[in-house]
């Protein structure tokens, strides 16, 4: 069992940065891959960015390639994601994920095990 705790969520005006952070509870962090995923209001689940248990693979979707930047401490179980350059269209619910046998390509959310609660992270325009 995993469990992952979301933060770092909140109001920025567009063009503006902030950082999400997923704690991730068990021994074994640094073996699995872990993910970001979003949701907005009336949309499906959007695969926002991967990234390998050695953190060495990276992947993000194309609407926040190049503004978007995931990363992981492995010593803390701790994975990140920086977002920068915001736009009104972020705005959503994101979820951290971990992906128990993934590559750290992993988009589609059926590939993930556990989730997290989500953080709310609204840009205004």
């Known amino acids: 069992q995993v469990q992952l705790v979301e933060s770092g969520g909140g109001l920025v005006q567009a063009g503006g940065s902030l950082r999400l952070s997923c704690a991730a509870s068990?021994?074994?962090?640094?073996?699995?891959?872990m993910g970001w995923f979003r949701q907005a209001p009336g949309k499906e689940r959007e695969f926002v960015a991967s990234i390998s248990g050695s953190g060495g693979t990276t992947y993000y979707g194309d609407s926040v390639k190049d503004r978007f930047t995931i990363s992981r401490d492995n010593a803390k179980g701790t994975v990140y994601l920086q977002m920068d350059s915001l736009k009104p269209e972020d705005t959503a619910v994101y979820y951290c994920?971990?992906?128990?046998?993934?590559?750290?390509?992993?988009?589609?959310?059926?590939?993930?095990?556990?989730w997290g609660q989500g953080t709310q992270v609204t840009v205004s325009s």
């Open positions: 994920a971990v992906s128990l046998y993934g590559s750290g390509r992993n988009t589609r959310p059926d590939e993930y095990e556990y």
């Open positions: 068990g021994r074994t962090f640094s073996t699995y891959a």
